[in-house]
């Protein structure tokens, strides 16, 4: 029987994982040189101390154990990235999104008492993504939710139309692992016409101020192909490049099936995000502009 000893040694239980199948093994739990039976008792520990990111590393490591083991529903771990929609406002009005029909019917902020009941984890979690169905930084009390995630050592990415950066966001731009920034047009024409109520100029500038103040983040352009723009895709590379992108993803498009003739179906044949996507890498600007040619424009 294999013995297996975590002690946050994320590498280790990686490597012991990658050499032999978890059949039969036994697991014990040591920190600071003292073994503990139950990993509940270094969580306590760490959490009293304040030692995060030790935290996150024996988390992880937890979760490779019964993940491996197949115990997944014993669940002795915490989630080690979440998603959390902070907001379903949203100030654009995209010709491919459900915001253009329902114009922020029924959208809400975060409440305080939601965000209480997540922040027990947060110790836990090492990455978190702000975005769902509305512009993250429209989001009521964003200064306090990133000052919670700083506090606890959570990394972040998120998407937004960037149309706008809130002050608060600055603080923060090293907690930022990458943000995806919605761009589907080179041009004014092509850009507004997509993605309506905002303005291309103010796109741009708030590119530009971003990559400066925050030249160590990742910034990737996220493109949802459909007939308006397909024209303008090594364009949009070209734009990326100037504007010191790191790197463009393309997401296919599609309507949801019935050309806007279902009973009670707002999307009006208009086009939906289907989630297959591909990333173009600026560094080989050559090459990821033929991989364009080869995979998308032959395949839509």
Same mark, same amino acid.
Request: include cysteine; aromatic fraction near 12%.
């Given at each position: ?73 014993? =669940?002795?771990?915490?989630? +080690?990235? &979440?998603?959390?929609?902070? /907001?379903?406002?949203?100030? *654009?009005?995209?010709? #491919? ?107 741009? =500038?708030?590119?530009?101020? +971003?990559? &400066?103040?925050?030249?160590? /983040?990742?910034?990737?352009? *996220?493109?949802?192909? #459909? ?74």
């Amino acid at each position: 029987m294999t013995h297996i000893i975590i002690d946050g040694n994320v590498s280790k239980i990686k490597s012991i994982l990658e050499g032999a199948p978890l059949l039969d093994a036994s697991v014990s739990y040591m920190c600071d040189g003292i073994s503990y039976g139950d990993i509940q008792d270094i969580y306590n520990l760490l959490l009293g101390e304040k030692r995060y990111s030790e935290l996150k590393d024996y988390n992880e490591c937890k979760f490779l154990i019964e993940n491996a083991a197949g115990q997944m529903e014993k =669940r002795k771990y915490y989630p +080690l990235c &979440m998603q959390i929609e902070h /907001t379903s406002y949203c100030n *654009a009005r995209c010709i #491919m999104c459900y915001h253009y029909y329902m114009q922020n019917q029924g959208a809400h902020h975060m409440q305080e008492h939601v965000f209480e009941k997540i922040r027990e984890w947060l110790p836990f979690v090492r990455l978190v993504g702000l975005h769902g169905f509305g512009e993250p930084f429209l989001a009521k009390n964003l200064d306090f939710y990133l000052s919670e995630y700083h506090k606890y050592g959570v990394e972040l990415y998120t998407n937004t139309n960037l149309s706008f950066i809130p002050d608060e966001v600055e603080d923060y731009y090293d907690d930022f692992k990458f943000i995806n920034i919605s761009c589907d047009g080179a041009t004014k024409e092509v850009f507004e016409g997509i993605r309506q109520n905002i303005r291309f100029e103010d796109f741009i =500038r708030n590119v530009k101020q +971003l990559r &400066m103040n925050a030249p160590d /983040t990742e910034l990737i352009f *996220a493109v949802v192909l #459909m007939r308006q723009n397909l024209h303008q895709c090594e364009d949009m590379v070209r734009l990326a490049s100037e504007l010191g992108i790191n790197k463009v993803t393309f997401s296919k498009s599609a309507t949801c099936g019935c050309s806007g003739k279902k009973a009670g179906c707002r999307c009006g044949g208009a086009m939906q995000f289907a989630g297959t996507s591909f990333t173009c890498g600026l560094h080989l600007f050559g090459e990821g502009t033929g991989y364009i040619k080869r995979h998308v424009f032959l395949e839509i």
